[in-house]
């Protein structure tokens, strides 16, 4: 199956610092997402980006997906950007409907 | 809003005894999953119901069933929780069309401990 491989896997920031989180997949993708999973277990959609740039206040994201890869990116951290982002992919070639997801970046933004 | 809707949060169950939680939506999305997570762990799909058909994955233990009464909700039935199984488990929603699956909305979840 497909590998999706997160990098850093751990992220120290001091607050208004910015950041870069990197997604890479094996194999083509129909469908990528970025999740930021809170303290409290909740899974929070940040973006659904299978290509191109999106942005969304303080994140952006950019997917290309000629060459397998995404960026997460996070400017002037805060200390709420805090806990685990994920990247999901679905593929064109598996059957069903099934997200996979990388082993994630944890990120803790210091006051 | 439209959301996804777990309940109970916090469940906590003895060993060996049955337990259900339970998923609602108001999305009104036609395929529904559930993930387990365990710490430190990413999530891990157990099954999901595309409409009312439903596909197990091959790793999915026995003793993890479920039901999908209606479009809205979805129930996750663990018939003899084991200290392994305890972990949070994650509703979540989406709607396919045309072969294309969309966005994944997921629920707060449900944090199950087994004593």
């Known amino acids: 199956g497909i590998q999706v491989e997160q990098s850093p896997p751990d992220l120290i920031l001091q607050e208004g610092a910015n950041s870069t989180l990197r997604c890479n997949f094996s194999?083509?993708?129909?469908?990528l997402q970025w999740f930021h999973q809170n303290p409290w277990g909740q899974l929070i959609n940040l973006f659904y980006?299978?290509?191109g740039t999106k942005q969304n206040g303080r994140l952006s994201a950019t997917t290309v997906a000629t060459e397998r890869y995404s960026l997460l990116y996070i400017s002037s951290s805060q200390t709420t950007d805090s806990g685990v982002y994920f990247c999901?992919?679905?593929?064109?070639?598996?059957?069903?409907?099934?997200?996979?997801f990388g082993g994630g970046t944890r990120v803790l933004v210091k006051p | 809003d439209a959301m996804v809707i777990q309940n109970p949060r916090y469940q906590v169950t003895q060993f060996g005894k049955p337990v259900t939680l339970s998923c609602s939506q108001t999305?009104?999305?036609?395929?529904m999953y559930w993930y387990q997570q365990k710490s430190s762990q990413a999530p891990k799909l157990l099954f999901h119901?595309?409409?009312?058909?439903?596909?197990n994955e091959a790793d999915t233990p026995d003793n993890f069933q479920s039901r999908r009464p209606n479009t809205s909700f979805c129930f996750l039935d663990i018939r003899s929780p084991g200290l392994g199984d305890a972990a949070m488990y994650l509703c979540?929603?989406?709607?396919?069309?045309?072969?294309?699956?969309?966005?994944?909305?997921f629920g707060p979840g449900t944090r199950l401990t087994v004593l």
């Open positions: 119901y595309y409409d009312k058909d439903f596909n």
């Open positions: 980006i299978p290509s």
């Open positions: 999901a992919v679905t593929t064109l070639k598996a059957a069903g409907n099934k997200l996979t």
């Open positions: 999305l009104n999305h036609n395929v």
């Open positions: 194999d083509s993708v129909n469908n």
């Open positions: 979540a929603t989406s709607r396919r069309t045309s072969g294309t699956l969309n966005e994944q909305f």
